[in-house]
């Protein structure tokens, strides 16, 4: 009896204790933080915040602003994709074929090109080249007594020489192009400085064609660019326009790396403009843009490429680009974006691409890990044609304080990027979706954010270990926060939830219950009924099946109401019998006898 009655007693002294310790988030629920939030605060590469009221616009300098931001963005190039690459491979063997002579010389030297201009060979010296060696040689012409000179001749540097064009002595550079063919600079392992005298006094640069007496038009022969190879290249004060065609390494200004060397050195108070691309990075390292403009080119503005590392963009606008704004392309890591505008491009404001390059063996041999250090903080999307921030790939990426204004996605992260934190950013006109995560993105945190007016606040698309902290949803039509798909483990708590629509939080497409807790909902107003309008809006399937149904059926209501000609055949004569029934001879029968009789004698007498 003994051990029966202390046996019970144990069990409910068990009983009481478990019994307390889940009273005690009911005694103190304010004292208490869920699990996952401790977990994402230490987690996380920057301290989380609470979410914005309204972030403070990006600070520009004069020579950053765009110029005509509101104007149509650029048009993307077009021409003759065989014959344009056929002049990238030919430009590559010219410069090969000339750096396998330059060995041997010791003095500068204008060599002929076989179909192309002259190329001026400088190689390495103690001291540094400048415009007088240009014109010296006959490579440059001067243009009258206004510090403007005209480019006649490409120019090489190579190991170890440099080159500096700038200053009170040289205002405007014009690079000429035609169809006989077009200039260049390319530095191969030296320095290349090309700076004006001041902002206010800026060095000019520009392709031009001399026939037409303009800026030079990319019309399929080329155009002039600027390149560095394995160098370093500097632009301050620079007016680059009008340069580059087809590759990334002949699209304008570019800083391309090799194998044994990677290029250096950045742009500083420079614009962009009417090129190909803005600027070009690939293999670079440490490349820096600040208080830059790119603007009206082709395709991107800036492309930090594959190999780009440690590069940053600070204070630097992109605006009416035929492609995107801003991009880090894969195999670009480690690489920064702050407080920088992208307006009014064709493409996405800024799009970040930390994807692998290969995903397994591959004749290349390329890189199989995802970038990482992707950082875009403190900068602006404004009115872009696609997505505002757009993130495939890539670990531990950063998007902190930005804003954001799209007409279809303000942000979106897709493409199996993983560890994305979304902190801080103040969405404020999504379009049909304010943040979309998803498909195929893991470890998620989203916190501190401002999502307003949309049709849908965040979305979510099978990802899992999606965490939401602290974000304020306001003015969503349809859904504040939408999980679908195989999503598990979205968790949150914290947030502010108003709108006019069907549900505050929504489940579907067979996903797990998310896991959302202390959110204030009281915001929301339910709507349950839509007008039919409003349905094929967010059906718009239904809306493609009625336009194919109402194209049926006009179609079937032209062909009944068209009249059908009086003989059909109108490309044949009609039916004229050789006689008249007057004409017949007298039979004694009627006129349709008369015909028969003959035909049955015919077929008596085939028969026999």
């Known amino acids: 009896m003994g051990r029966r009655r202390g046996g019970r007693l144990a069990a409910a002294g068990a009983l009481l204790l478990f019994g307390g310790a889940a009273s005690l988030p009911l005694l103190a629920p304010g004292q208490l933080v869920p699990p996952w939030v401790e977990a994402a605060r230490r987690t996380s590469p920057v301290p989380l915040a609470s979410a914005p009221a309204a972030l403070p616009a990006v600070k520009l300098s004069a020579v950053a602003q765009p110029v005509r931001p509101q104007d149509s963005p650029a048009a993307t190039p077009s021409g003759d994709s065989t014959h344009l690459a056929a002049l990238v491979a030919a430009e590559d063997l010219r410069l090969r074929t000339l750096l396998h002579h330059a060995n041997r ?328 979706l304010a943040l979309s995560i998803g498909p195929s993105v893991t470890g998620t945190t989203v916190a501190g954010n401002t999502l307003s007016n949309a049709r849908i606040g965040l979305l979510v698309r099978n990802s899992p270990g999606v965490r939401i902290l602290d974000n304020r949803i306001t003015g969503m039509s349809v859904f504040a926060i939408s999980v679908r798909g195989a999503s598990p483990g979205v968790v949150g708590s914290g947030n502010v939830v108003s709108g006019r629509g069907f549900q505050p939080i929504d489940v579907r497409g067979g996903a797990p219950a998310p896991l959302i807790e202390q959110t204030d909902v009281r915001g929301w107003q339910h709507r349950s009924e839509l007008t039919p309008l409003g349905y094929l809006r967010y059906h718009p399937i239904l809306a493609t099946w009625l336009g194919i149904l109402g194209l049926v059926a006009l179609c079937a209501s032209l062909i009944r109401l068209r009249r059908r000609p009086k003989r059909p055949y109108h490309h044949e004569l009609p039916w004229q019998p050789t006689a008249s029934p007057e004409q017949l001879p007298e039979t004694g029968f009627a006129t349709g006898a008369a015909w028969v009789e003959p035909v049955a004698a015919a077929v008596a007498r085939a028969k026999a």
């Open 105 to 432: 010389l010791t003095a500068p030297l204008v060599i002929p090109v076989r179909g192309g201009l002259p190329t001026l060979v400088l190689p390495g010296r103690p001291g540094p080249y400048g415009i007088a060696d240009l014109t010296s040689t006959g490579a440059a012409i001067p243009l009258g007594q206004g510090g403007g000179y005209l480019l006649v001749d490409s120019v090489l540097l190579t190991q170890g020489a440099v080159l500096q064009l700038g200053g009170p002595g040289l205002r405007t550079l014009l690079m000429d192009s035609s169809t006989a063919g077009f200039t260049s600079i390319v530095v191969w392992g030296g320095t290349l400085t090309l700076a004006g005298a001041s902002g206010q006094a800026p060095l000019a640069i520009t392709g031009w064609d001399r026939a037409a007496n303009q800026p030079a038009v990319n019309h399929g022969y080329g155009r002039p660019y600027i390149r560095a190879v394995g160098a370093r290249m500097e632009l301050r004060n620079v007016r680059a326009a009008s340069l580059g065609f087809w590759s990334g390494r002949t699209g304008g200004v570019a800083w391309t790396g090799i194998s044994s060397a990677s290029s250096t050195g950045g742009a500083w108070s420079s614009t962009f403009t009417s090129g190909t691309y803005g600027a070009f990075v690939s293999r670079g390292a440490g490349v820096t843009f600040s208080d830059d403009l790119f603007e009206a080119n082709e395709l991107d503005g800036l492309r930090l490429h594959r190999g780009a590392a440690g590069s940053t963009v600070t204070a630097s606008a992109a605006a009416r680009n035929g492609a995107n704004g801003f991009v880090v392309s894969r195999g670009a890591t480690g690489d920064a974006l702050h407080g920088d505008l992208a307006v009014n491009n064709r493409g996405n404001g800024f799009f970040l691409n930390g994807q692998a390059l290969v995903n397994g063996a591959s004749p290349s041999g390329g890189q199989v890990a995802a970038a990482t250090g992707l950082e875009l903080t403190g900068s602006d999307a404004e009115a872009n044609g696609r997505t505002g921030i757009l993130v495939e790939g890539g670990a531990g990426t950063v998007l902190q304080g930005n804003t954001v204004c799209a007409s279809i996605t303000g942000i979106a992260v897709r493409a199996g990027a993983t560890g994305v934190l979304v902190d801080g950013n103040e969405v404020r006109c999504g379009g049909r």
